[in-house]
């Protein structure tokens, strides 16, 4: 299995980062985690050809977790028709919030989208969703409650990828992490504490709780990523982490 970091950055573009984004395959098939709005820009980049991602996970209703979506259809409808059919998975209400966002930044394109072989489904905490060979299960996180949001687990290809989403301190984040391959956690900050995000200090306090492999930093503000003195692994896009 192999992870692309198409973007670790926060939602204000800290280190000239991109949004956050993630693109995993198992040699066959390739999903995101999460679609940023800069992430069309950063396939792109990696030469990906959109055609062979077939889900699209989403962890919460944030532009720069989710607002790439009308990109990435956009190109699927104009650029190069898309023939092959794509899944996107959210919290409640995801095929309203992807429609209206696309209404809204490219006026007249979202009916188009119906035509599309385009599937939406939403999880749930608790219920665990199948796709294809995936498994997919996801916990509620502490978060600006109107964007819904989640952490979210893979079981894939035998392996499991862990995110956080975006989110404070919640006991949550344990059973997420545990027995993952790769986990990658959001560290916007160094000291603060503060409602929906974590800092470093904390997740020193915290990493033995997490039962995994590998952990990751991601969503870092420019104080994350200029610490020096840093004992923690993180994150930088473009970045492969195979498992
Ligand atoms: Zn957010």
Request: proline share 4%; charged share 20%; net charge negative.
């Amino acid at each position: 299995m192999e992870l692309t970091v198409l973007g670790c950055g926060d939602a204000f573009g800290n280190g000239g980062r991109n949004n956050t984004s993630f693109l995993v395959t198992d040699g066959n098939e390739r999903i995101l985690l999460d679609c940023g709005a800069s992430t069309l820009i950063r396939l792109k980049h990696e030469k990906i050809d959109l055609e062979s991602i077939s889900t699209i996970i989403i962890t919460h209703f944030h532009g720069d977790h989710f607002g790439g979506i009308p990109f990435f259809l956009i190109s699927s409808m104009f650029e190069n028709p898309r023939k092959s059919p794509l899944t996107i998975v959210g919290p409640e209400g995801v095929a309203k919030r992807v429609y209206d966002l696309q209404e809204a930044m490219y006026a007249g394109s979202a009916a188009k989208t119906l035509d599309m072989d385009l599937t939406y489904l939403e999880y749930r905490e608790g219920e665990p969703l199948v796709i294809g060979n995936k498994t997919i299960k996801t916990w509620k996180v502490e978060h600006s409650p109107p964007s819904i949001p989640h952490s979210v687990r893979v079981e894939w290809g035998g392996k499991v990828i862990a995110f956080s989403g975006d989110t404070s301190w919640t006991d949550n984040l344990i059973p997420l992490a545990d027995g993952s391959d790769v986990f990658i956690c959001e560290c916007n900050f160094l000291d603060k504490v503060s409602f929906g995000h974590l800092g470093y200090t904390e997740l020193l306090e915290k990493k033995d709780l997490f039962n995994t492999k590998q952990l990751w930093l991601t969503h870092m503000a420019d104080e994350v990523i200029n610490s020096e003195n840093f004992s923690l692994n993180r994150l930088s896009d473009g970045q492969v982490i195979t498992f």
